[in-house]
């Protein structure tokens, strides 16, 4: 008994050293909007102009953000849908990423004609409210309109019920259930010093760690293997044999496409296709969406 | 007369000595003899063709070529025989010939190479008769075969009933799989069984029923099809064992049935006229709308639904007016084929969403189909009534309503999604939270894993500590050695007892104080013991020469050799005792 406690120990210390940064930003986001997919819309300065700008202490006070989300939101609602887009995006810049806000920049910009913006958005939403049925919903409209006939990388689905858990919950909750687990475990373990040899503190605790490593090995699996995604913004954008803008074109893919990251490169990612082809495309024209 | 019939017994044997010769000497030549087991037959029967090889074992037939016949090998066998003292064999081939065709059919010699010497048998005649000369309804099975109609146009459908009737046990029953060429195939449902009466002759009847659509002008042929069974047949000849009464002497024949041959001379159609579906039957055509009341916005359905007999699988989407005051959105067509009945019968359904876009009185326009009545030989239109549609002005902001249940009055049906849209944006506030400081989060968050597990540590060493003071006498002197040693240090310091006795306390003190620490018994030691056991310990040589020094002096004043006040020897034992605290601590 005494032998195993020691060893967890041991394993949650060395897991505390490995999940620095467990909370750091998981999104990407898209530092300006390109209009040119657009040449209706008008100017991103005008807009961003109208928008309040007064900052406390270098951040964006959340009174003005309440405001900016206000704006933004009647904006849509005018059918001013740039406009509210870019109200959303400011608000995800300054930080005020929660996965709502994510959804109605996804609306926006699916409205606006951003298609592989929109698709990022709603991606980036349901990897913060992972059973927002809102949120699948709209991603699936979205995903109607794309060109490719290529199934996004999404889990299997008796992979996503037999480890639904990981699928399901969010990063933070994972992280938050991990906590409680830990806390329960070490209390329960410390009842054991009270009550000695007891089989149900014994078990519960047995128990405990495996739920404690179960949760680990998501958060795990979250931060250190999980593949970004590459969604396509324009409409048609090459993927290269080599990270070189001459190389032989493979194929071409089109606005909303999902494909998965396999490797990266300054200014090129090597994403591949279900099928396993794979090919390189400019990063420039990506938006990347990590769970 | 017992006299002349042994003689008829005598005569009988040299006749069958005679001929045993004779066909002991015809065995053992080299030949080819080929047999049928009857010159006549009918097509509905099967002959058997015996091969017999003499003089080899090795050697293999070539038959003739003999298209008026299926052939099957059905086997061979060797016979060896010894004759006087010679030694011969032969080998038997046999064959099963089905009869394909009636008519006298020479089949010609059968070949074979033995002993490097091609071999020939003689040729024959068999006689093949139409099938039983008798009238159907007197045999025991047969087939028929037969079409609606042999005069068709393309497309018009035929219906082919091919009927196996029997009133004798079979089994094995094969029917051959027929080509339809030039006609497109449903079949009517399941082979139907039943009995019924022919000329007063029960039969049990196999139907099986086929909906052919010719299409190709000109003369199509429905091949004969072809049923192989097994009849059981009693032999008529006497029972000669009480076995054979027992189990019935009876074994099977192959039966082959053919039906005839159909030939149908398909007619071309009419020219069309415009808007000509494709369609040979007859068909309707029917419209209605789940509601003729509705708002601008609101979604109604219209459903078309073409039906009725014939060529059902080509019924197609009937093409539907503009309408420019709607918008229409298409759905997945429902289809149904009735393959039970007489005949192939069916529908096909078209859904259309209908959404207003402006208010008024408006009329879906009739919908028609073009087909051909074969029955008249004239093109047709099925056509559906006006039907009206009354749209009020749209209410409120609302725009499309993405559901509605089709047809409601009819009982439960699936609802059916007739228009998508995103759904809208959150509009609360508590959406606006700012992310955490992602340093100060992972800080946070390994605070707060690592907490437990010091709370636990703490806990543990807590329960240890208390555990030691409880059971262990050894931690506990050691623990309480120093306080101990010093408060008796300071009781001497302050008694008036003689120097002797003072000085034995004190050397008591101090050796049971060292005894403590290092888990002795420190009283029955000498300094001596006590000084190696302080080395021993990592104390310093100087702090314990001191040690050893003190405890002699405090011994001489034990006996008078030496004062106490003599150096303050209990001060002197005093700041010793706190030195050795320290070293023994580390």
Redesign the interface.
């Known amino acids: 008994m005494s032998r195993w406690r020691i060893s967890s120990l041991v394993g949650w210390v060395v897991l505390a050293l490995h999940s620095h940064g467990l909370q750091a930003s998981q999104v990407v986001t898209a530092e300006e909007v390109h209009t040119e997919l657009s040449e209706s819309r008008p100017p991103l300065e005008e807009i961003v102009a109208e928008l309040p700008s007064v900052e406390l202490h270098g951040e964006l006070h959340p009174a003005l953000a309440a405001e900016i989300f206000l704006k933004a939101n009647a904006a849509y609602e005018e059918g001013a849908y740039a406009k509210a887009a870019a109200g959303y995006q400011r608000l995800v810049r300054e930080g005020f990423d929660d996965g709502r806000i994510q959804f109605n920049l996804g609306n926006a910009l699916l409205r606006n004609g951003e298609l592989g913006r929109a698709i990022a958005s709603y991606l980036r939403s349901r990897a913060a409210s992972p059973r927002d049925e809102d949120v699948r919903a709209n991603l699936d409209f979205a995903r109607q309109s794309t060109k490719d006939a290529i199934a996004p990388p999404e889990p299997s689905e008796v992979l996503s019920t037999l480890f639904f858990w990981h699928f399901r919950l969010s990063h933070r909750e994972l992280a938050i259930g991990l906590l409680a687990v830990n806390l329960i475990f070490w209390a329960v373990l410390g009842l054991g010093l009270v009550w000695p040899n007891r089989e149900l503190i014994r078990w519960t605790s047995l128990l405990l760690l495996v739920l404690l490593f179960t949760l680990a090995t998501s958060l795990l699996v979250h931060r250190f293997l999980d593949r970004p995604v590459a969604v396509v913004v324009p409409q048609e954008l090459s993927a290269h044999t080599a990270p070189e803008e001459g190389s032989v074109v493979r194929f071409n893919l089109h606005a909303g496409t999902e494909v998965r990251v396999q490797d990266q490169r300054p200014g090129w990612m090597r994403v591949s296709l279900p099928d396993g082809q794979q090919g390189w495309i400019a990063e420039e024209w990506i938006e990347l969406v990590y769970r | 007369m017992r006299r002349e019939g042994s003689r008829l017994r005598l005569h009988c044997f040299a006749l069958a000595c005679l001929a045993g010769f004779g066909l002991a000497s015809w065995l053992s030549a080299a030949e080819v003899i080929a047999t049928i087991d009857r010159p006549e037959a009918t097509v509905e029967d099967q002959l058997l063709l015996t091969v017999v090889i003499e003089g080899s074992r090795g050697a293999e037939p070539v038959l003739p070529e003999i298209p008026q016949f299926e052939v099957y090998p059905r086997g061979q066998s060797t016979q060896m025989r010894f004759i006087n003292g010679r030694m011969s064999s032969s080998v038997t081939y046999n064959y099963l010939l089905v009869p394909k065709a009636t008519g006298v059919i020479q089949i010609g010699p059968v070949t074979a190479e033995v002993d490097g010497e091609i071999l020939a048998s003689q040729p024959f005649q068999v006689s093949i008769l139409e099938a039983s000369a008798q009238p159907q309804q007197q045999r025991d099975l047969f087939i028929t075969s037969r079409v609606s109609t042999t005069n068709p146009f393309v497309g018009q459908e035929v219906i082919y009933i091919w009927r196996f009737y029997r009133r004798v046990r079979i089994g094995d029953a094969r029917l051959e799989p027929q080509e339809f060429q030039g006609f497109l195939v449903e079949d009517l449902g399941e082979v139907r069984e039943y009995q019924t009466a022919v000329n007063g002759v029960e039969y049990l009847v196999s139907e099986i029923r086929k909906a052919l659509f010719p299409q190709e002008v000109g003369s199509l042929v429905i091949p004969a099809s072809r049923l192989t069974c097994e009849v059981l047949v009693r032999n008529s000849r006497r029972s000669r064992s009480l076995m054979d009464d027992f189990f019935g002497s009876s074994s099977t024949a192959t039966k082959v049935l053919r039906s005839a041959r159909i030939e149908i001379e398909v007619r071309p159609l009419p020219p069309p006229p415009d808007g000509f579906s494709g369609l040979v039957g007859s068909f309707t055509i029917d419209a209605s709308m789940s509601k003729q009341q509705l708002k601008v916005g609101e979604s109604a359905t219209l459903r078309l639904t073409v039906s009725g007999n014939g060529n059902v699988q080509l019924i197609g989407e009937p093409e539907l007016a503009d309408l420019p005051a709607f918008k229409v959105y298409g759905d997945q067509p429902e289809r149904s084929v009735n393959r039970n009945g007489r005949s192939l019968s069916g529908f096909r359904s078209f859904s259309k969403a209908l959404v207003p876009l402006e208010p008024g009185n408006w009329t879906i326009p009739p919908v028609s189909v073009h087909y051909f009545d074969p029955e008249t030989a004239t093109f047709k239109a099925a056509a559906t009534a006006e039907i009206p549609l009354f749209v009020a002005p749209a209410e409120g902001s609302e725009d499309l309503h993405l559901t509605e249940f089709i047809a409601p009055t009819t009982g439960k049906v699936a609802v059916r999604i007739l228009a998508?849209?995103?759904?809208?944006?959150?509009?609360?506030?508590d959406?606006?939270?700012?992310?955490?400081n992602?340093?100060r989060?992972?800080l946070l968050?390994?605070l707060?894993?690592?907490l437990?597990?010091g709370?636990?540590?703490s806990?543990?060493s807590v329960?240890r500590h208390r555990w030691r003071l409880e059971h262990d006498v050894a931690f506990q002197r050691h623990r309480v050695a120093f306080r101990r040693a010093r408060k008796q240090l300071q009781q001497l310091a302050g008694s008036d007892s003689d120097p002797g006795q003072l000085g034995q306390s004190t050397s008591l003190c101090l050796r049971e104080y060292i005894g403590d620490k290092l888990g002795l018994e420190g009283a029955a030691l000498t300094p001596a013991e006590l000084d190696d056991m302080l080395k021993g310990h990592g104390v310093s040589e100087a702090l314990s020469g001191e040690t050893l020094d003190l405890l002699e002096r405090l011994e001489a004043a034990q006996f008078g050799a030496a004062s106490l006040e003599d150096g303050n020897l209990i001060q002197q034992a005093s700041a010793l005792l706190k030195r050795l605290e320290g070293e023994l601590k580390k």
Do not use: C, K, M, N
């Open positions: 998508d849209d995103i759904l809208p944006i959150y509009g609360e506030l959406a606006v939270s700012r992310r955490s992602p340093s989060s992972t968050f390994l707060a894993l690592v437990p597990i709370l636990y540590l806990a543990r329960q």
